[in-house]
């Protein structure tokens, strides 16, 4: 079994769980992958979400051997036996759970902000994560919770080996999983995207689930049909909800979302090989939901026309269909927009933004290639941030080019140490608050401003 992603691991994930719904459980993810497929799990059940924050208890000079673990509400489940193999002195064991317990409260702080911890006592509370490799964490994870009260531990994953399922079942009531393959080397390989989930997409969606009991997502939210039927999207209408979208016509799908008050819509242009799933678009979308900005994903090309990858590199259609996207979104939510451009994805804003009836009010570009949007790059009005690697020595090039030629209000900002997918520690939060200060900058409050549902 292989997941496209951490959203689709939850969905996935969510139907092997139905018969918890009766149970009405406490869904807690293990940060900071395990939150993105908690939140669906959560969705799916209508069960309220949280995390579930831990930290192994190591063995002075022998840290990766855990002899307790800790978790909020003054929980510590300590291993005797450990304890005494490795030798470990009152002194140790308090040294190093004070340095732990400043670390645990100082993750639960930034992830659930002011928000209580979710009650467990009494509860099923149903423990998830993104995967299982050695299932230290897990196990430490179902002990804490059991400690906090609950009457009943379920722990679940997408993936994990044989052996530590096995292992963990000692420690939870039931342990489901949807894979247990064998031979297993890691995580990773069982997804086709495992980029790292950021601080901000954690705290995002723990927002959101916050917005009320059964209804995680933010106000005026939910998927978009929009029929972009004609050349390159000229015309066409927006139907919520699986409605809509002419006979023959060109259909393509996005989700929507709104938070309330929202004063201006991030419109999201993905690049080659990605899509409205991409679990970095996500992150940075997610940021910005936080700082009360509106987001629309979408995908640019059909599924068949990805299979093409010719398709991904034709920028006129792409911004044809931006565009088209674009004015379909107007009809529905009156407020100033902006475009977010990954990759490919980045030409087809820029030049989209460069259209003489445009209006768009900001772009920023990760990781872009603008010099894809040719001699329309000029033309772009809206102010622009180019978002770059400093180890993405081709593109930082392309975008220093790019830099010039823009006649806009525009800037480059260079991540120290990043490659092309921003997938090293802390690259992508960087993008994100970039990203969100540019929008929040830029992006002028509309008349629909301050009305969110």
């Known amino acids: 079994m292989l997941f496209t992603d951490r959203t689709d691991a939850g969905l996935r994930l969510a139907r092997a769980l139905r018969q918890l719904e009766g149970e009405h459980p406490v869904v807690l993810g293990l940060p900071r992958g395990g939150v993105p497929v908690a939140f669906e799990v959560a969705r799916a059940l209508g069960a309220p979400l949280d995390v579930i924050v831990v930290r192994k208890l190591g063995v002075p000079f022998h840290p990766e051997l855990g002899f307790g673990a800790i978790g909020e509400g003054g929980v510590r489940v300590i291993s005797e036996e450990i304890v005494r193999r490795g030798g470990v002195t009152e002194e140790d064991a308090a040294a190093v759970e004070r340095a732990e317990e400043a670390e645990l409260l100082r993750r639960a702080r930034r992830f659930r902000a002011d928000r209580p911890r979710q009650d467990l006592d009494g509860r099923t509370a149903l423990v998830v994560d993104d995967g299982i490799a050695t299932g230290a964490t897990a196990e430490a994870a179902c002990a804490v919770v059991r400690a906090q009260g609950a009457a009943r531990v379920v722990l679940a994953v997408p993936v994990a080996p044989p052996d530590a399922v096995a292992r963990l079942r000692t420690g ?50 939910g998927e978009l049909r929009l029929d972009l039927s004609g050349a390159g999207g000229a015309g066409g209408t927006a139907s919520e909800g699986g409605t809509g ?83 379909l979104l107007r009809e529905r939510v009156p407020l100033p927009i902006g475009y977010f451009g990954a990759s490919t994805g980045a030409a087809a804003a820029l030049r989209a933004a460069a259209a003489a009836d445009a209006d768009i009010g900001a772009v920023v570009s990760r990781g872009g290639r603008p010099d894809l949007a040719g001699p329309r790059l000029g033309g772009v009005r809206a102010p622009t941030l180019l978002i770059v690697g400093g180890h993405d020595t081709t593109v930082l090039a392309l975008n220093r080019r790019a830099a010039a030629e823009l006649t806009c209000e525009n800037r480059l900002e260079i991540v120290p140490g990043a490659t092309h997918l921003f997938e090293e520690p802390g690259a992508l939060d960087t993008v994100a608050e970039l990203a969100r200060d540019w929008f929040t900058a830029h992006l002028p409050a509309g008349p629909g401003s301050g009305t969110g549902d």
């Open 172 to 221: 939870a009531d039931e342990v489901v999983c949807l894979a247990t393959p064998h031979p297993f080397s890691s995580v990773g390989e069982w997804y086709r995207d495992f980029s790292q989930t950021s601080d901000e997409e954690v705290v995002a969606l723990l927002a959101r689930a916050a917005d009320g009991p059964g209804h995680p997502r933010p106000a005026r939210n």
């Open 245 to 327: 979208g002419g006979a023959g016509g060109l259909e393509v799908v996005g989700d929507l979302v709104l938070p309330k008050g929202a004063e201006a819509v991030v419109v999201f242009a993905h690049g080659s090989g990605s899509s409205r799933h991409s679990p970095r678009n996500r992150s940075v979308a997610a940021a910005l939901n936080g700082a009360g900005l509106g987001t629309l994903l979408f995908d640019l090309l059909t599924p068949a026309e990805e299979a093409d990858r010719g398709h991904v590199f034709d920028i006129g259609t792409l911004a044809g269909r931006l565009a088209g996207a674009t004015r």
